[in-house]
C-alpha cells in the first residue's frame, strides 16, 4: 500500500522528497493494521537529519560553490590544458582530467558539470569538435565528482549505513583513478577515429610548470609525513610550516591551480592522520576556499560570497529536505516489512554474492534514472545493506557500486540532472543530448563492471588507514 501511494504521488508530478513523506502520512492515516500517531512523521523526519556526519553537507557544497565563483574553475582548465592540450584529441582529455581535478572540491556531479563544463563545451565547439561530442565526454566525466573524494553522496550513505565516511573517501580514489583512465581512452579512441591532432601548440615550458605543480602535489604530504611519522617533528607545526613553502612557491613560480589541487590533499591528509574528522574537513575546505579566494586571488567579493551563501543554503535545504523524507519512507518500508520480505525474497532467489550484485546493479540502474541520488540512497540502503551484510559484501564496496550507479543515472531521462545542465549549456535538446551521451555509457559501465566485481580495487586503501 505504501509504495502504490509513493509511486501514485510520483506519477503525479509531486516532488520526490513532498511524495515520500505524504506517502507515509497517508499510510498512517489510512493503516488499521498498524495505527500509529501523524506525528511520528514529524519526529522521525528530525531525526533523520539530526546526525553529526550530515553537518558536513552545507560546508562541501560551499566549497565548491565558492571555487566556482572565484575563478578556480579557469586556473584548473588553464592547468589541465598545459598538462594534456598538445595531445590528440586534447580538449577531450582536457575535459576528463579537469573533472578529476575538480572532483577534488566539489563533491557532487551537478557542480562539475555547471562549473567547469560551462568553459570546456565552449572551448571544445570553438577548436572545431561537434557539441554533441563536447557534451558526452563533458556528462561522462562529471560523474567522477561524487566518486573522487570529498563526496557528498558518500556523507549520506555513510550516515545511512553507519560506515566511515573518511573510508569511503578512501576508497573512492582508485576507482575515480579507473574511471579517468578509461574515459581517456575512449578519448583517444575517437581522436584516432576521426584524425583529431592537438588542440594547443606543444610548449616543453608549460609542460615542466604543469610537471612542477604536480610534483608538488604528489610530494608535499610525502615530504610532511616523513618529517612527523620518521623524524618526529610537532605535527601542526610542520603542517602550517608547509602550508606558507606551498604559498612561497605558488608566489615565486606563479602556478595556475597549485593551491586549488591542494584541497583534496590536504582533506584526506588530515582524515587520515587523525587531524580533523570529515565533518571538521568539510569546515576545512571552505575555510581553505575562502582563503584562496579572498586573499590570495582576490577574485572573491563580499558581493559575491553572501550571493554564493544564499546558493548554498538553497541547496542545502534541498538536500536535507530529501534526507528528512527518505528517512521517514524507509523507516516506514522497515515497520510495515517490506525490506525483510523483499531480502527474505531475494535470498530465497539467491546465495550467491555475484548474482545479488548484478540485480541490485540492475536496480540501481533503473532507480537512479527516476530518484535524485540522495533520496534513492536513503531508500535503497535500508532495503540492499542487510542482504549484502548477509552475503558478506562489504559495505564500504557496496556503497562505492551504489553511488557509481546512481550517478550514471544522472545521465539518463526522465530526472537526470547532469542531462538536463548539458542541454541548457550546450543549447541542445534532451533528445540530442541523450544521445550524444549513450556511447559513453560504454567505459562508464565496463568500470562498474570491474569495480563490481574486483572488490580490492576499491578497499586496498581504505584497509591501509583503518
Known sequence: MLKIIFLFFMAGGVPVAIAMAGAALVYILTSDSQPLPPFVVI????????????????????????????????????????????LKGGLGHVNVLGSVIMAGMSGTAIADAAGLGTIEI???????YSTEFAVGVTAASATLGPIIPPSLPFVIYGMMANVSVGALFLAGLLPGALLAILMMLTVAYYAHKNRWGADVQFSRTRL????AELLVVIGWPLLLWLLVVRLGTPAQLTVFAGLACLFVLDKLFDFQALLPIMTPVLLIGGMTTGLFTPTEGAIAACVWAMILGFAWYRTLSWK?????CLDTIETTSTVLLIVAAASIFGWMLTVTGVTTDIAAW???????????????NLLMLFVGCFLEPTAAITILVPILLPIASTLGIDPIHFGLVMVLNLMIGLLHPPMGMVLFVLARISGLSLERTTMAILPWLIPLLLSLGVITYIPKIVLWIPKMFY
Open 122 to 128: 565552449k572551448a571544445m565547439k570553438e577548436h572545431g
Open 346 to 360: 531475494v535470498l530465497a532467489f539467491t546465495q550467491e554474492p555475484w548474482v545479488f550484485l548484478l540485480l541490485a
Open 43 to 86: 519526529h522521525r523526519m528530525v531525526s533523520g537529519i539530526d546526525s553529526f556526519p550530515l553537518l558536513a553537507v552545507p560546508f562541501f557544497i560551499l566549497t565548491g560553490n565558492l571555487m566556482n565563483s572565484a575563478g578556480i574553475t579557469t586556473r584548473i582548465y588553464n592547468f589541465a590544458l598545459a598538462l594534456v592540450g598538445w
Open 304 to 308: 559575491m560570497f553572501i550571493r554564493v
Open 208 to 211: 615542466f610548470k604543469a610537471l
